[in-house]
């Protein structure tokens, strides 16, 4: 685990914590002191548990409705993307060239005549994917894995197009660790879930990001705290939209990243992200 700490425009000191794995950061949570009585309710978390035994033998496990979306984004998006360099073909129309076209006749259209032009297209080679995990509680445990959903299916696509591809959970969460006479300290978590050369663990990675897991796990790896808010008491704080600001001890290049964020709503996320595919050359704009 890598610790670093930054102050986030005025929301104060915040506390980021980096971790390599889903491994790691389920090493970090046995450590933390989130009461078993807490997790035993399905009703908030998703599922019910009896223990934290129990919740790790679940995280071991394939979750097929999670599984399910996650595979059906990837087919949409595998249709679409492109090689990191490709020359294509680009139909043209001209006044002469291979084919006519009867309907643009019919159309009365100046030019008729088909023709096929190359062009260079040219994408990063290598792409970072930074996601929200989590969500207010409010948020339903359905709704809290839709973002890790596309952003999983992208790390997949990518990389099957021949990207390199980093693929990053993040959650800020304001006023995190909170007292009476300092000021409250933020947080932030990230999780590496797949590094460039790394193979993506489906499995571990969809279970990792689920409503339950965020709600069991992620809850207790909070309250195994750093020693900078020894004396602070701990709550689950707001959760808050990253912004550029949160991401830059672990995004190396904005220009070439994916962020995924705000909207639980399945098609709004998967249009934001497609946008921001055609933006980056990545991704033909549909015609």
């Known amino acids: 685990m890598y610790q670093y700490e930054y102050q986030r425009g005025t929301d104060g000191l915040t506390i980021g914590r980096t971790f390599e794995s889903v491994d790691e950061f389920v090493q970090h949570a046995a450590g933390g002191t989130y009461p078993v009585s807490r997790i035993k309710d399905g009703s908030w978390i998703g599922k019910s548990f009896t223990g934290w035994d129990q919740v790790n033998r679940e995280a071991q496990t394939i979750q097929p409705r999670e599984m399910e979306i996650v595979d059906g984004l990837v087919a949409k998006l595998m249709e679409r993307i492109e090689a990191p360099m490709s020359r294509r073909k680009r139909r043209t129309w001209k006044e002469e060239g291979e084919s006519v076209s009867f309907e643009r006749i019919l159309e009365r259209k100046d030019h008729i005549w088909s023709g096929h032009t190359k062009a260079n297209r040219l994408a990063p080679r290598s792409v970072d994917i930074v996601f929200e995990f989590g969500g207010n ?13 596309m952003a999983i299916a992208l790390s997949e696509s990518l990389e099957a197009a021949g990207y390199g591809v980093r693929l990053i959970a993040h959650r800020f969460c304001f006023n995190c660790w909170y007292s009476k006479t300092k000021a409250n300290i933020n947080s932030v978590d990230n999780i590496i879930l797949k590094d460039e050369g790394r193979s993506l663990d489906k499995v571990a990675v969809v279970n990792a990001m689920t409503g339950w897991f965020y709600r069991t796990l992620a809850f207790k790896a909070r309250t195994n705290l750093p020693a900078e808010v020894a004396g602070f008491d701990m709550g689950m704080g ?4 990253v912004i550029n600001q949160d991401t830059q001890h672990v995004v190396e290049d904005l220009e070439a990243s994916i962020i995924i964020k705000g909207s639980c709503d399945l098609d709004q996320i998967e249009r934001e992200a497609i946008a921001r595919l055609v933006e980056m050359g990545i991704m033909t704009a549909a015609n």
């Open 137 to 149: 509680s409010d948020v339903s445990t359905f709704d809290l894995m839709k973002k890790a959903a």
């Open 238 to 241: 707001t959760t808050r939209t």
